[in-house]
């Protein structure tokens, strides 16, 4: 895409007269802050939720706490949980959240410093992609942050997730 992807995504859910929630925990409110710093995103954008901490993610979001104690915080199903928490949340077209382990430390050799969990929801689908990024963890953040506003200009744009 030539031009960003967060301006991309606004375009599109302007035109389309649709509206946006996002649900963070390793990107810490990046992605609210791409999405706000396009002039007119309080046409598309109903909030965000940095719910770094498991209660805020059951708390704020509605992720059952047994899929926090079973696949962890970092999973496919707290992500996909997270989505449809904060597009319910927010009465949104569209739920994206991000989780995962941004390093240095946190990592484990089953869930390693860089995985990330990436979720787009609309109440009638909802995908999930995991991710195994390199770098710092700003870049990690940021990599992770910039993935899943592409996720869902796919996602509206072809219906599909893809890379």
């Not at 992807?5 to 963070?24: M, P, Y």
């Not at 909030?47 to 970092?74: D, F, M, Q, R, W």
């Not at 992500?79 to 989780?99: D, E, L, N």
Request: with cysteine; hydrophobic share 35%.
């Amino acid at each position: 895409m030539d031009i960003k992807v967060e301006k991309a995504v606004g375009a599109l859910l302007r035109k389309r007269g649709w509206t946006l929630a996002i649900a963070e925990s390793c990107t810490g409110g990046l992605v609210s802050d791409w999405i706000t710093n396009v002039p007119g995103s309080s046409d598309y954008f109903e909030g965000g939720i940095v719910s770094y901490s498991n209660l805020a993610k059951t708390e704020l979001l509605g992720v059952p706490s047994k899929s926090v104690k079973h696949y962890g915080a970092v999973s496919s199903q707290v992500a996909i949980s997270m989505a449809k928490g904060v597009r319910k949340a927010f009465h949104a077209t569209f739920g994206v959240s991000t989780t995962g382990i941004a390093g240095p430390g946190g990592g484990t050799r089953k869930k390693p410093v860089g995985l990330v969990f990436i979720a787009v929801s609309n109440g009638e689908k909802t995908l999930v992609k995991e991710e195994r990024l390199k770098g710092s963890r700003r870049e990690i953040k940021k990599e992770s942050a910039r993935r899943s506003l592409k996720y869902l200009h796919d996602f509206i744009t072809k219906d599909q997730i893809r890379k």
